[in-house]
T-cell receptor, first 114, second 115 residues
Framework: NAGVTQTPKFQVLKTGQSMTLQCAQD?????MSWYRQDPGMGLRLIHY???????DQGEVPNGYNVSRSTTEDFPLRLLSAAPSQTSVYFC?????????????FGPGTRLTVL | AQSVSQHNHHVILSEAASLELGCNYS??????LFWYVQYPGQHLQLLLK??????LVKGIKGFEAEFIKSKFSFNLRKPSVQWSDTAEYFC?????????????FGSGTRLLVRP
């Protein structure tokens, strides 16, 4: 199993540009989530999904969109990038409810918005 | 809203020293508690977790944590650290009743172990 994969690993955007961060898992996990990691702030939940077709907001959803058309994929879209979105983004998945089950994290995407 | 505090942002130890990293949370109800670790250049991975039962939980690589409900704490310990324990450690809490799907992470503690 590849586990949780994320692409790209690094990305530089200009303010106002849009892009999609890709996340895929091959473990048949129902639960998937996106976090951002900022210095001194730990990981903050952006959006999560409890299954295909079902998504919900986390702590910091503004400026981000998600969709879950398949069990395997959970892309994160930045519609109009802002410097405040400069961060490291992690995707995670778990077989069951993330409150009780181990989450498996991807390698992260380091995003810089100029 | 729930919050998780990790008071030690940076810890530097020599090999064989004992380790204790603090984690406190703010929620009066039932909680699930986790410690995750991120080694340099690697993914976050689960170190240990507590749901119920024995408040002393043992994890991988000789780590353990003790849940003290009266102190709202879940401190991570290791009797003798190794250079390979150099990493960033995150405490995370799920509070029952406020959406079972969400984990709240602390800000992390960077541990540097000197050989």
């Amino acid at each position: 199993n590849a586990g949780v994969t994320q692409t790209p690993k690094f990305q530089v955007l200009k303010t106002g540009q849009s892009m999609t961060l890709q996340c895929a898992q091959d473990m048949n996990h129902e639960y998937m989530s996106w976090y951002r990691q900022d210095p001194g702030m730990g990981l903050r939940l952006i959006h999560y999904s409890v299954g295909a077709g079902i998504t919900d907001q986390g702590e910091v959803p503004n400026g981000y969109n998600v969709s879950r058309s398949t069990t395997e994929d959970f892309p994160l879209r930045l519609l109009s990038a802002a410097p405040s979105q400069t961060s490291v983004y992690f995707c995670a998945s778990s077989y069951r409810d993330m409150s009780t089950d181990t989450q498996y994290f991807g390698p992260g995407t380091r995003l810089t918005v100029l | 809203a729930q919050s998780v505090s990790q008071h030690n942002h940076h810890v530097i130890l020599s090999e064989a020293a004992s380790l204790e990293l603090g984690c406190n949370y703010s929620y009066g109800g039932t909680v699930n508690l986790f410690w995750y670790v991120q080694y340099p250049g690697q993914h976050l991975q689960l170190l240990l977790k507590y749901f119920s039962g024995d408040p002393l939980v043992k994890g991988i690589k000789g780590f353990e944590a003790e849940f003290i409900k009266s102190k709202f704490s879940f401190n991570l310990r290791k009797p003798s650290v190794q250079w390979s324990d150099t990493a960033e450690y995150f405490c995370a809490v799920n509070a029952w009743g406020d959406s079972s799907y969400k984990l709240i992470f602390g800000s992390g503690t960077r541990l540097l172990v000197r050989p």
